[in-house]
């Protein structure tokens, strides 16, 4: 049987736009848009102030061990402008800021981890109001709000000698509460390093330093489940609204996305790579963007996730 031409051509183009379609499909989600603000001096963490709809972010200047005061807090726009390099800045007169880290807002004010004190300041206009020293401290390094007011703190419990990461045996979480009283939950070797900490749902979520992992805990510091991801040296983690969690690795590079709808063996995915020294992760909820400070760049990184 002869063939039309034009019938031919037809159906090839029909099949064509099918297995393009197939492929599409296959693909999994699309890759965040990626932008890049610069200009920071070692960039830590990245926090959206909600209430002001602007990105805070923790500058170390140097060792994150060494109490100098020089470290400081930019606000940086949605837009990616920076508004105030050194809205809040160690080197001023009446301000104690050497290698700022996490950051929480909660009750108006502006927590922030400083090696063995959480700083604490106006969450508008970067005022100080107080010191909350953590006595025994080794490097307090991510805060979350827990439901009640109070904040969990992280005490990855390690030091720097001659460039090289040491052990210093303090590895905690640490519960401060909204009378000021510290106490630690749960501390020793069952916390290989602990460093970004998410409370959601009456629970906090760990990444660790020291493992390729996520542990989660109840508020009274009981283990309730471990996560498994393919590379360690965890830094920074954010629990989305839809119970995803981001976690970023700096031996991978990237930022592994868990999705706890797997039951006990919840999916892990790569969300994106080629992200050198990944630190303490932001959420910008309004606009499903994920900010990333790049440590070793003095960069932060914009990721609209689809």
């Not at 001096?41 to 140097?62: A, F, W």
Request: net charge negative.
């Amino acid at each position: 049987m002869k063939s039309h031409p034009k019938r031919l051509a037809a159906a090839l183009v029909s099949l064509s736009a099918v297995v393009l379609q197939a492929c599409a499909e296959d693909a999994g989600p699309a890759a965040p848009e990626i932008r890049r603000v610069g200009g920071f001096t070692t960039p830590e963490s990245v926090l959206h102030d909600e209430e002001r709809d602007v990105y805070l972010v923790s500058n170390i200047v140097g060792s994150p061990v060494d109490k100098d005061d020089r470290g400081f807090i930019s606000r940086v726009s949605p837009d990616g402008e920076v508004l105030d390099l050194t809205w809040i800045d160690g080197a001023s007169e009446g301000v104690t800021l050497s290698a700022p880290k996490g950051m929480a807002i909660a009750g108006g004010k502006l927590y922030v981890a400083d090696i063995d004190a959480v700083r604490v300041f106006d969450a508008g206009d970067g005022a100080p109001i107080q010191d909350i020293e953590v006595p025994g401290a080794g490097l307090l390094n991510d805060i979350a709000v827990m439901p009640d007011g109070a904040i969990v703190v992280s005490d990855t419990g390690v030091t720097l000698e001659g460039g090289a990461i040491t052990g210093v045996g303090t590895d905690a979480l640490v519960v401060i509460a909204p009378s000021g009283q510290v106490s630690r939950i749960v501390e020793g070797p069952a916390l290989p390093h602990p460093n970004g900490v998410a409370c959601a749902d009456g629970e906090i979520w760990v990444a660790y330093l020291g493992a390729a992992r996520v542990d989660v805990y109840d508020a009274s510091g009981e283990r309730r489940r471990e996560l498994a991801l393919p590379a360690g040296s965890l830094d920074g983690l954010v629990r989305l609204d839809d119970g995803r969690v981001l976690v970023s690795s700096w031996d991978a590079g990237a930022i592994f996305a868990i999705d706890p709808a797997g039951g006990a063996a919840p999916r892990v995915s790569t969300l994106a790579d080629g992200l050198p020294s990944p630190a303490d992760l932001g959420w910008d909820r309004s606009r499903n963007r994920l900010l990333v400070p790049l440590f070793n760049d003095d960069e932060v990184v914009l990721l609209d996730v689809r």
